[in-house]
């Protein structure tokens, strides 16, 4: 078989040659070119309008997605123990609801008696505040008027109009269908992400054209899954000694067990929610105070043991436990729990930590954005 001719070379080969007879290297690849400042406030503007419209849909999903993180450790370890998949996340699951349902049902009534009574107790409350803020209030009056009269207005009352909307009941009914789906949605897409969610990681991360970007994917999951279990298993244990606490100390004032762990269980939930959470539990234990005391430093008391204890864990003993990793800027943290509080309401207060903490994580892995990592400490 005879061997093929060799290819001449063209004139444009030929003046593509330099000196040493060697073609020159290929030009650098263009750049591609960047967005500019207003496309990508419009994205972000888009991307915030469609998280707010779409809440009943993705709220859900987040929801199901952190569980499902936080129970993937526990699921594992029932595979090393040989059990399947599928029957772990069921026992998870199941754990889970009877450790909320039995717990709801030691506070149901506590709380029930607590909304009966709101009505008539606040009729005593309401002295024991009049005579706390009535300096302040006579004052404002006082510069009220004055400013009226300095500015020929008269010093009467307007007349204040308060509508009523007549389709309240309505707008109830209609509405506990919807968020009783809701829950159901969650717990279904839950175990779903628990048996599933790693197959479907898999198959994702296999999308992906590069090894080097399979291997950093897998280990940005990986860190995320194993920090996010730690953070919230952490802050868990803390929070619910903080309630034990709390409830421990009420008990010790008089009282009732069952009402003493109520405030427990509350001050436990607003503390997932840094800053705003435990502000709303010292007012709470304010009112608490007023209605179950006569007597004006008793009711001072819940608040300030309240107080004592939060500034007990969060400058203390919460920052010695999860050390630097988990640490953010409050300015950040404070930015974040407005913008999801904003968007999501009491969901948004309780998902922007874990939501910040694995931006962090993120930013922290990839590289060339470790300087915006270090923005958020």
């Known amino acids: 078989m005879s061997a093929r001719p060799p290819v001449a070379a063209t004139n444009d080969d030929i003046a593509a040659l330099d000196e040493d007879g060697e073609l020159p290297p290929s030009p650098p690849p263009t750049p591609r070119p960047r967005s500019s400042s207003a496309a990508l406030v419009l994205a972000t503007l888009a991307v915030g309008f469609t998280l707010w419209a779409a809440q009943e849909l993705v709220l859900p999903i987040l929801l199901a997605m952190f569980f499902a993180l936080i129970g993937n450790p526990i699921i594992r370890g029932f595979q090393r123990l040989y059990v399947p998949r599928f029957l772990g996340a069921l026992i998870v699951l199941l754990g889970g609801l009877f450790a909320a349902g039995a717990l709801g049902n030691q506070l149901i009534e506590p709380a029930g008696e607590w909304i009966r009574q709101v009505p008539r107790e606040m009729k005593q409350v309401a002295p024991k505040l009049r005579d706390l803020y009535k300096p302040m209030l006579d004052a404002n009056k006082a510069a009220q008027n004055i400013a009226r009269a300095a500015g020929g207005e008269s010093t009467s009352r307007p007349v204040q109009v308060i509508r009523t909307e007549a389709n309240e009941p309505f707008k109830i009914l209609t509405a506990t269908p919807r968020r009783v789906a809701s829950v159901l949605a969650v717990v279904l897409l839950t175990f779903f992400f628990m048996v599933y969610g790693q197959q479907l990681q898999r198959n994702a991360i296999a999308l992906l054209p590069t090894r080097q970007q399979k291997k950093l994917t897998v280990e940005i999951l990986t860190s995320i899954e194993g920090a996010i279990s730690r953070y919230v298993l952490t802050i868990t244990v803390i929070n619910t000694c903080l309630g034990l606490a ?26 997932f929610a840094p800053y ?11 009112l608490m105070g007023f209605v179950a005391f006569d007597d004006l430093w008793p009711s001072l008391l819940p608040a300030g043991i309240y107080l004592a204890l939060h500034t007990l864990e969060g400058q203390i003993i919460t ?16 930015l974040a729990l407005m913008v999801f509080g904003w968007l999501w309401g009491i969901v ?13 994580l993120v930013l922290a892995r990839v590289e060339g954005l470790t300087g915006w990592a270090r923005l958020l400490e």
């Open 276 to 286: 705003v959470g435990p502000l709303i539990g010292i007012i709470i234990m304010l």
């Open 348 to 360: 948004g207060l309780l998902l922007a930590v874990p939501l910040l903490v694995c931006v962090k």
């Open 246 to 271: 709390l409830s421990g100390a009420l008990y010790w004032l008089g009282v009732p067990m069952q009402e003493a762990l109520l405030w427990g269980t509350m001050a436990a939930i607003l503390n």
């Open 319 to 334: 920052p010695i436990i999860l050390g630097h990793s988990m640490r953010l800027s409050p300015l950040v943290l404070i």
